[in-house]
């Protein structure tokens, strides 16, 4: 065979070895599969205002350098370069039944005093961090709670632990102790029932309808309940 063909067919080789390789990276490519989501840091910004975080701050809304809040959803995504990208591919929090997702946020603005629990802020079960983010979210332990379920949270903002949830068996009930609301008045031992808060397993409803902290008068009967532990606790007592 002619050398100069050998040559031409080796190069061509080459070649096409090297586009195999660098293909994805030149093109940017991020491939999401389907049970995972994309959490993005972004290295550098090059052009813009928004190029460093504000202080305090560590999840970006307009896309200023760091971790963004907006992740990618299952699919094929282009220009994420590796050299100015980081892009995670991360699992879908899956709640198991019988237990319940207690939420803590890494951002977002601080508590104010007197309160141990953030306010309940509608962002689609915490899956919506720039709702969070923007409409007055919250840092630290929340006092909404997601029920089983399969979720697309953004783990840069949001960390997720299982507990179990409350099981009263038959022939007991359920006596109900909350760690946040209006203090009780002198001289009473037990919080006045609040309605609305679905046997409080919604404890912003609870608070919103004027719910004191403490031993609660209420009780809860026999069922599951999906309650924060860090809004209530329960104790089972004999039902008498």
């Known amino acids: 065979m002619d050398i100069q063909l050998l040559a031409e067919i080796a190069v061509g080789a080459l ?8 293909w994805k990276p030149l093109l940017g490519i991020v491939s ?5 989501i994309g959490v993005v840091n972004i290295k550098f910004v090059l052009l813009g205002r928004h190029k460093a975080l504000p202080d305090g701050r560590i999840v970006a809304l307009q896309g200023e350098a760091g971790w963004q809040a907006d992740t990618l959803a299952p699919g094929l995504y282009f220009f994420y370069w590796p050299w ?7 699992a879908q929090v ?12 890494n951002d977002g603005t601080p508590i104010p005093a007197g309160r141990v629990l953030a306010k309940h802020i509608a ?4 899956q919506d961090a720039r709702a969070f ?3 007055g979210g919250e840092r630290g332990p929340q006092i909404t709670a997601i029920p089983p379920g399969t979720y697309r949270i953004n783990t ?10 409350i099981s009263i068996p038959q022939g007991e009930v359920g006596i109900v102790t909350t760690f946040e609301g209006k203090p009780l008045a002198k001289g009473e031992i037990a919080g006045a029932e609040v309605a609305g808060h679905t046997m409080f397993q919604n404890g912003q409803a609870f608070l919103d309808g004027g719910g004191f902290k403490g031993l609660q008068e209420q009780v809860i009967l026999a069922g599951t309940y999906f309650l924060n532990p860090k ?8 039902m008498t």
């Open 231 to 238: 809004f209530a606790s329960v104790e089972l007592v004999p």
């Open 123 to 126: 962002s689609d079960a915490f």
């Open 94 to 105: 899956i709640v198991p039944p019988g237990e319940v997702g207690v939420v803590e946020a």
């Open 32 to 36: 999401i599969p389907e049970n995972c």
């Open 156 to 165: 840069a903002l949001f960390n997720v632990q299982f507990v179990k949830a």
């Open 84 to 90: 100015q990208y980081r892009v995670e591919r991360i």
């Open 133 to 135: 983010l923007s409409n």
């Open 15 to 22: 070649a096409l070895i090297l586009f195999l390789a660098l």
